[in-house]
């Protein structure tokens, strides 16, 4: 396991190596000068030239993202180019992260605690239940949710809690450094179209694992010896399928890094994928690479975390390593 751990810590940092330097070369090559786009109307040869040399962009491409590099391994996200163009004193993008970082770690968080029970349970008992009256009630919500884009069901939610309940708030008017915890009301939609999706989708994959263990042949034989049903279920099905569903649950937990910039735009929500949207708006190159490499990093380690559950819980994976 030791060995294991070792060899896929050296895949991520390789992994996210890669990523970094295609995510630099990609947003640097863009059309269109950042510092032009900073500027605005204001932009002149002189000041066009005197931010290039403030934010190092007088360098070759490749020794930028070499400094970059360095600095990110040392927590350092650069400057960002808005706050330099404003001679804002809080032009370091390290300062400007904890605030949307910690809001959306709420939000997963809480989001991931309901989706885990959620996806195992209506995927077991609707892969027990398959062909009967209960499966079909778990099934087809969850097919009509897991297949809807997330605007479509946040707008909906929005339409649904708001212009007809007037129950929920439509967007989250939290303030600067505002705990989400402040105005509960705010996390509850959020939360529910990430749900939906992820849920629907994740319940589904869960079901068919537990469906194939179910047709497995040790399942039919203890079956025929007598064991008891609930043993059959506990022992053999869920046991079996548990593997399985790790892995869905992960994917579902990765797709929490791509998912949460798409409802936090919707829902105004002040985490790190709206500051990815307001950067990308903003063309703040250094802010874009700080979100889009902290949600790389985040996905990397879920995949970690996946993979070495599922090594535990199945004991011939263990022995082939070895």
Known sequence: MAVFLVRRLLSAAGTLVVVSALLYFVTNVLPGNVALVVLGKNATPARVRALDARLGYDHSIFVRYLDWLGGVL???????????????????????????????????????????????????????????????????????????????????????????????????????GQSPFSEPKALVL?????????????????????????????????????????????????????????????QNLQYLAGGIIVVESIFDYPGIGEYLVQAVQARDTNKVLAAAIILAAFYVLINILADLIVVYLVPKLRTEMA
């Open 74 to 176: 040392h927590g350092n996200f650069g400057q960002s180019a808005v706050a330099v163009a404003l001679h804002d004193p809080r032009t370091a993008i390290s300062s400007t992260l904890s605030s949307p970082l910690s809001n959306s770690l709420i939000l997963a968080a809480i989001a991931a605690l309901l989706l885990i029970p959620l996806t195992f349970v209506l995927g077991a008992f609707s892969g027990l239940f398959a062909g009967r009256k209960l499966d079909n009630v778990i099934s087809g919500p969850l097919l009509i949710s897991g297949g809807l884009p997330e605007f479509v069901t946040g707008s909906l939610l929005i339409l649904v809690f708001f212009n007809t309940l007037n129950l929920l708030p439509p967007i989250s008017s939290l303030g600067p």
């Open 190 to 250: 959020p939360v529910v179209t990430l749900l939906a999706v992820t849920v629907g989708s994740g319940a589904r994959q869960v079901r068919a694992g537990v469906v194939e263990v179910l047709r497995g042949d040790y399942v039919q034989y203890a079956r025929l010896n007598g064991v008891n049903e609930r043993r059959i279920v506990i022992w053999y099905v869920l046991r079996n399928a548990l593997a399985t569903s790790v892995q869905v649950i992960a």
